[in-house]
């Protein structure tokens, strides 16, 4: 055992990922497409923490989700392992909404890199409940929303 090693985060396998509710799926979904470009700034963190307590048809979401529970699962596993455990999580009726959401999370910081948007299309192809095309459609439909208005 190191000097340093008790300080070292415990790790996870995103089979240890547990979730409460579709609340806490969600919030880990937008948070790890937030980190799939390695550059989480204020901008997605607020559309993150904004998205989740605006979803009112969400059952059990609650102002007070753990988001170190969240950052610690991101950060173990990846976002892309996080992506797939969160969104397995949710119900199917939820999967549109969420997609979109993670849409704006995106969008968040005005543009979209090329990691975000591979991440959104390996999202959108977990789903039987849409296409391709109508998650394209989700993707310039968030640009949208999201750019300024100035």
Do not use: W
């Not at 989740?52 to 059990?60: A, E, L, R």
């Not at 392992?81 to 969160?86: D, E, K, L, P, Q």
């Not at 969420?98 to 849409?103: G, I, L, P, R, S």
């Amino acid at each position: 055992m190191g000097l340093f090693d008790k300080f070292k985060k415990p790790s996870l396998d995103a089979s240890e990922i547990v979730f409460t509710d579709s609340g806490q799926a969600l919030a880990m979904l937008l948070y790890a497409v937030a980190c799939t470009d390695e550059s989480l700034d204020d901008d997605e963190v607020g559309a993150v923490a904004a998205l989740i307590h605006f979803n009112g048809q969400i059952s059990g979401v609650e102002p007070d989700i753990d988001y170190k529970y969240i950052t610690l699962c991101v950060d173990s596993v990846g976002p892309e392992a996080a992506i797939r455990a969160a969104f397995d999580y949710l119900p199917l009726e939820l999967h549109e909404p969420a997609f979109t959401y993670a849409c704006m999370v995106a969008m968040a910081d005005g543009h979209v890199s090329d990691e975000e948007a591979a991440i959104l299309i390996e999202i959108a192809k977990m789903s039987d409940e849409f296409d391709l095309e109508r998650a394209e459609q989700l993707i310039d439909m968030a640009g949208v929303v999201m750019s300024p208005m100035f």
